[in-house]
C-alpha cells in the first residue's frame, strides 16, 4: 500500500445538512463517527444547522437561501459543497444526496425503491407519468442517479444488510462500491440500578413509580406512536388491566398532532412528551422497555441504544426494521410481524411487564448483543474506506 493508505492524516470534508445531536439517528451516526476519526485526520464539517462542537473539528456553514421547498434546498446544498469541496481534500464524504463525494453513506431507501418497487404495467406507467410531471421527483432521481454512479475510490456505505440488498436490487451496479457500517455506541452500560432510575426520572419529570415504556422518534407517525398509544389503552382496560405511562421524545412540534388521541384514550396523565432531548442517557435510564412499532427504519439506532442499557425491546420484524434481522425473537427481542397491529404489541408489552424472567433474559441479552457494535471498532471500518478512497486516487 502507499502513503495514504498506510496512516497518512487524512484531509477530510463531511457532508450533513443538519449536523445536530438531537436531528434523529443518521446526524448522530455522522456525528459520532466524525468525533472518533477527529484524532486521526483533519476532518472539515460542511452543514446548514451546525449544532456540535469536538476538538479538532472545523465547522464550515452553508448558507440557506431556501428552505422550502427542500428539493431546491436539496441541489443548492449538493451545489454549494461541490463548490467548496472540489478541490483541497483527500476525502469527501457525503451523508446527503449529492453527486459528488468519494464515500457516501446511505441512510434511507432508494427513492427509486420507493416509486416503482412492486409496480408494474399501468401502475408502473401512472408513477412514471407522476414522476415527469414532478421537477421535486426529476430532481431527486436525477441527484440519486449522479451520487451512485460509479468513480474512482467511489464507496458507498449502508447503514445495514437490508439496506445493502435494496440498493443492489435498485441499483444492481452499485454492489461492487458497497459496504455495511451499522450505527454503533460508546458503551454497554446494562440496566440502570433502582436509584439511577428514581434519579432519571426526577430530572425528565416523569412519574417515579409504576412501569414506564420508551418511545423515541422525530417522525411519529412513521415510526408508531399511534399504534403505542392504542396499546397502552388495551392494555389498561379489565380484565387484568395494565397500567404503563409512556414517555415520547422527539420533535416537539409533532406533539399537538397525538394530543386528540391521547385525550380520546384517557391517557393524559400517563403519557409525558418530552422534546428533543441533548443526551439521551436520562431517557434509557428513567425506562422500563422500548416500544418501536416503525413502518420504517433502515436499521434503527434508537433500538441499539435501548439494548445497550439493558433495556427490553417491541420492535418491528425486519421487513421494516434494518436492526431487527440481526435479532432473535424471544431472545434478545421481541419482534412485531405487523407493525400496526396494536393487540401484538400489547401482547409484547404485556408479557415484558407480567414476566419478570424474561424481562431480565431479554434485558441481559439485549446488552450483551449492542457491546457488538462499538463506535470504535466502526470507526475503524470507516477509516479503512477513507484510506482505500485517498489511494485510489493518488
Known sequence: MNAASEGRRLRVAVLSRNFDPTGGGAERYAIALVEHLAARHEIHVFAQSIHHQHPGVTYHPVVMPLARPRWINQLWFAYATWRATKSGFDVVHSHENTWHGQVQ??????????????????????RWLKVVTSPRLVAYLWLEKRRYAPQPGRRLVATSNTLRDVLVATHPHTAPMLEVITPGIEAAPGAASVAAKRAAREVLGLPLQGPLVLFVANDFHKKGLGTVLEALAQLSKAPQALDLNLAV????????????????????LRVSFLGQLQNMGGAYEAADALAHPTLEDTFGMVVLEAMAHGLPVAV??????????????????????????????????????????????????????????????????????YKKSASSHE
Open 316 to 385: 418491528s420484524a425486519a421487513r421494516f426494521c434494518g436492526i431487527s434481522q440481526l435479532l432473535t425473537h424471544g431472545e434478545n427481542a421481541l419482534l412485531l410481524q405487523d407493525p400496526t397491529d396494536v393487540p401484538a404489541l400489547a401482547t409484547a408489552l404485556r408479557a415484558i411487564f407480567t414476566d419478570e424472567g424474561l424481562r431480565v433474559r431479554l434485558g441481559l441479552a439485549a446488552c450483551r448483543f449492542a457491546q457488538g457494535f462499538r463506535w470504535e471498532n466502526l470507526s475503524n471500518d470507516l477509516n479503512n474506506i
Open 105 to 126: 453513506t446511505v441512510h434511507v431507501l432508494p427513492i427509486r425503491h420507493n416509486l416503482f418497487v412492486g409496480r408494474t404495467g399501468w401502475r408502473a406507467a401512472m
Open 249 to 268: 421524545v422527539g420533535n416537539a412540534t409533532q406533539a399537538p398532532a397525538f394530543g386528540a388521541q391521547v385525550k380520546r384514550l384517557g391517557l393524559e
